[in-house]
């Protein structure tokens, strides 16, 4: 009898849809362990997309990881957080990713409105003082942390340039590229010094992936963009380089 191979950690259970926004699918990390990460919405989806994108200390994003029995109104409930979230040197986080009108829920009665938000915001209290105790982060994350743009347009467009998605010789080449270019440039500007046939906007977006440098967070990446070396995004007065250049 063969063996059912290992597909790796799977969700405590299966898929349930609350909401209108009831996509299914999955979603293909391009870094840590490069697991195939399940989600129930668009908005979850968009969620790992932008975590898949910015961070990048990433280990690996897993659904629905565990059920966990929270004290809550003087009996035992049972929580699944949406997602465990872990990254190198930080403390794993457990994730809920909610519509915003699951959390800020809007009624005519504004009485009956004020009363099932404080009833909302107590339970999301309560599940950040479990995950807490346990020696997990807390996050929440809604459409008003998740679909800011344009971060989340240029965190797709991000991800079509990793890695196993352009040919292996730009990636050293764009490195050496970047270190011919003054730390604060343009994106156009890697096409004076890449080899012919090299796509500039792919070069500079995967050494965004790779956190080698920082596109302009304001404005829709394009050759047009600015970047700077490095993680961080900062002011051109901050730029001590450009003061001598």
């Given amino acids: ?132 105790a346990l020696g997990y982060e807390f996050q929440l994350a809604t459409e008003n942390e998740i679909r800011i743009e344009p971060s989340l347009q240029n965190a797709v467009l991000m991800l079509r340039c990793v890695p196993s998605r352009i040919p292996p010789t730009w990636c050293g080449v764009g490195r050496t590229a970047a270190l011919q270019l003054p730390r604060r440039s343009l994106v156009s500007a890697f096409e004076d010094v890449l080899p012919p046939g090299v796509d500039a906007l792919a070069v500079a977006l995967y050494l965004a992936w790779a956190g080698e440098i920082t596109l302009d967070p304001n404005s829709k990446w394009s050759r047009r963009s600015t970047f700077v070396r490095g993680r961080k995004w900062f002011a051109p007065e901050d730029d001590m380089e450009s003061r001598f250049e």
């Fill in 1 to 132: 009898m063969k063996k059912a191979k290992n597909k790796g950690p799977v969700a405590v259970r299966n898929p349930k849809r609350l909401f209108t926004d009831n996509f299914t699918g999955t979603v293909n990390l391009s870094r840590g362990d490069r697991g195939a990460v399940q989600f129930e919405s668009l908005l979850e989806q968009d969620w790992i997309t932008r975590t898949d994108a910015y961070e990048h200390d990433l280990v690996s994003v897993r659904h629905q990881p565990m059920r966990i029995r929270v004290w809550d109104h003087d009996k035992y409930k049972f929580w699944t957080p949406d997602f465990l979230l872990e990254r190198k040197n930080r403390i794993p986080a457990l994730v809920e990713v909610k519509p915003l009108e699951s959390v800020y829920p809007k009624r005519d009665d504004p009485v009956l409105q004020a009363r099932q938000r404080l009833e909302v915001k107590h339970r999301f209290q309560v599940l950040k003082s479990k995950a807490e």
